[in-house]
């Protein structure tokens, strides 16, 4: 039998560093390769380059300050995930304003309390719908609100995208980006970047901040962790507003994996299959769904995927003990493959290296239904104030049933009640005003 730890701790060097720096370092490094990706049709993904981002984040950073937001403001976003939201997320860090991530299903009565408790200025917000409540939460708020709107249409007293950004006048001399590169990079590891909002199981709702270094170091020994590679597609679904999504983001923006945005959560499964990933971040209710429409065949298809599962569940216990099928079981296994599980892996796009898992339990059964058909799910786990991940499987450690062992720099306690305590780098600064 195992012997069961109470502590355990990667010791690793993890160098202080910035939001913006690594914003910098990937610009300067992928230029014009493709950074993120969006649909303009349902067949067409549109393009859009490091440099490209690096403009956009330009314009923004002078319109918000033309608009007289200062280092220290806070910005809101009110968004669901794509580009615009990457623009103000990293306009925002590199003029000094904290970033301040608001769900999109929020009421606006919800959207109000994160608006007066952060004492934000200016919120952009993308559809017309959540212009319209961006404004009714701002007009309940103590202090003047400007709204943006990325979408047209939006209701009368929201500022347009292209006229908000157009208040930046010209940016693109290299004098221009010479100051907005200085600015951007006067950021210091220990300045607040970002404040995220707690759901508010424990009372009211807490801002968490997260500084530049708890959220870097947390990029920086995640990747030492996972080894994602600049050659890895990603598709970005999971609400930027949490901060698994976004530390994810920031972790591919920086590694040179490009970032493909879906057009709707209801268009994820189509939207999954055009873009082919290799690298997915998601969440347990994900793989539930594509588990129960696997399982939810009748008549023969049904007895055939019951069949290629069982073959598939004693490869995967030959797997998991360190060898591979052999004999009659790889025969069973190829057929398995071909028939059933090849259908499964050409659903999520057909190119998928590994799964990340978090935001809450999965169950081990789940993960090794997938592992058994060749789809490796990568649990971890972490919080909100550890920006977020603490643990990890990943390909040198993998166990089902397990968030596997602390990404480097950190270090993990069991308290004799069961308590987790965590110290390294990516525990937050704490919670604002509180």
Known sequence: MGTTLDYFAKEAPIPASTLTGLFYEAVDRFSDDVALQRFETADHLVDISYNEV??????????????????????A????NRPEWVTVDYGSLCVGAWVVPIYPTLTPAQIEYVLTDSGASIVCASTPALAANALAAAAACEQDITVVAFDEGAPAGAIPWDVFLDRSGSVDTPDDRARFREEALRAQPEDVATVLYTSGTTGPPKGVMLTHNNVASNVRAT??????????????FLPLSHI????????????????????????????????????VISVPRIYEKIYNGVMSARGPKKKLIDWAVRVADHAADVRLAGAEPSGLLAVKYALADKLVFSKVKTAV??????????????????NRFFYSIGLTILEGYGLTETSPVTNANNGEYFRI?????????????IARDGEIFVRGPQVMKGYYNK
Do not use: C
């Not at 976003?77 to 669901?80: A, M, R």
């Not at 990747?223 to 970005?236: F, K, N, Y």
């Not at 796009?349 to 789940?366: H, T």
């Open 54 to 75: 690096l403009g956009e984040v330009m314009r923004l950073g002078g319109a918000l300050q033309a608009s007289g937001v200062a280092r220290g403001d806070r910005v």
């Open 77 to 80: 976003i009110l968004s669901e």
């Open 223 to 236: 990747q030492m962790h996972l080894g994602v590679l600049a050659s890895d597609t990603t598709i970005s």
């Open 244 to 279: 698994l999504q976004r530390m994810g983001d920031y972790l591919n923006f920086w590694v040179g994996v490009t970032i493909a945005y879906p057009r709707s959560m209801e268009t994820l499964i189509v939207d999954l299959k055009r873009v082919a990933p290799t690298v």
């Open 349 to 366: 796009g057909g190119r998928v290296r590994f799964f990340i898992s978090g935001g809450g339990p999965l169950a081990p059964a789940l």
């Open 401 to 413: 049933g397990t968030v596997g062992h602390p990404v480097p720099g950190t270090e993990i306690r």
